[in-house]
């Protein structure tokens, strides 16, 4: 059973960048598009972008000029990075595997928050 | 504001059946496939069903979905105090060039 870990700053200043990684373990992440989804404290879950495992990405319109989705395929890793953020961006984030084609997500991490704040 | 329109909550005895709808429009729900979580907070989100009405393995056949249109409906028998969770639908949606989830629905087994 695939597995995801969520790890990176519990804590960002204002209009810093956010980073966080999420290594993938008991499965390749070869082959396979990942994606990156945050639920902000009361709010439903928001879609911010995925990655093939080849670099090829796509990212959430309303996210876009913010962040930056890689992946390290030797190290079974994808990264987040979210710059110039704001309190709006207080969420807990979520590492999914993401099966495009048919538009659903089949293995999750636990997600971890992220407290944006000075 | 959620692109997906789903309950708020939804409450039902243990034992009973409950649905759980998702509405939404031509440009997500009527023209793609549709999945449905289950997320305990603090926890991982669990993938209940995909394409519609394909439950994966190890996902008991308690669970269902159907849809109809630009509509979508979860539903779940026999209850258990364990089902107790919050539940969303998620699909594309062609309009946005985005994923979109419902605002959740919170089910309380009574």
């Known amino acids: 059973q695939v597995q995801l870990q969520e790890s990176g700053p519990g804590l960002v200043k204002p209009s810093e960048t956010l980073s966080l990684t999420c290594t993938v373990s008991?499965?390749?992440?070869?082959?396979?598009?990942w994606s990156w989804i945050r639920q902000a404290p009361g709010k439903g879950l928001e879609w911010i972008g995925n990655i093939y495992y080849s670099g090829s990405t796509k990212y959430n319109p309303s996210l876009k000029s913010r962040v930056t989705i890689s992946v390290d395929t030797s190290q079974n890793q994808l990264s987040l990075k979210l710059s110039s953020v704001t309190a709006a961006d207080t969420a807990v984030y979520y590492c999914a595997r993401d099966r495009s084609a048919w538009y659903y997500f089949d293995f999750w991490g636990r997600g971890t928050l992220v407290t944006v704040s000075s | 504001q959620s692109v997906l329109t789903q309950p708020p909550s939804v409450s039902a005895a243990p034992g009973q059946k409950v649905t759980i709808s998702c509405s939404g429009s031509s440009s997500n729900i009527g023209s793609n496939y549709v999945s449905w979580y289950q997320h305990l907070p603090g926890t991982a989100p669990k993938l209940l069903i995909y394409?519609?009405?394909n439950r994966p393995s190890g996902i008991p056949d308690r669970f269902s979905g159907s849809k109809s249109g630009a509509s979508v409906t979860l539903g779940i028998t026999g209850l258990q105090t364990g089902d107790e969770a919050d539940y969303y639908c998620g699909t594309w949606d062609s309009s946005l060039s985005a994923r979109v989830f419902g605002g959740g629905t919170k089910l309380t087994v009574l």
């Open positions: 008991s499965g390749s992440i070869t082959n396979y598009y």
């Open positions: 394409e519609n009405y």
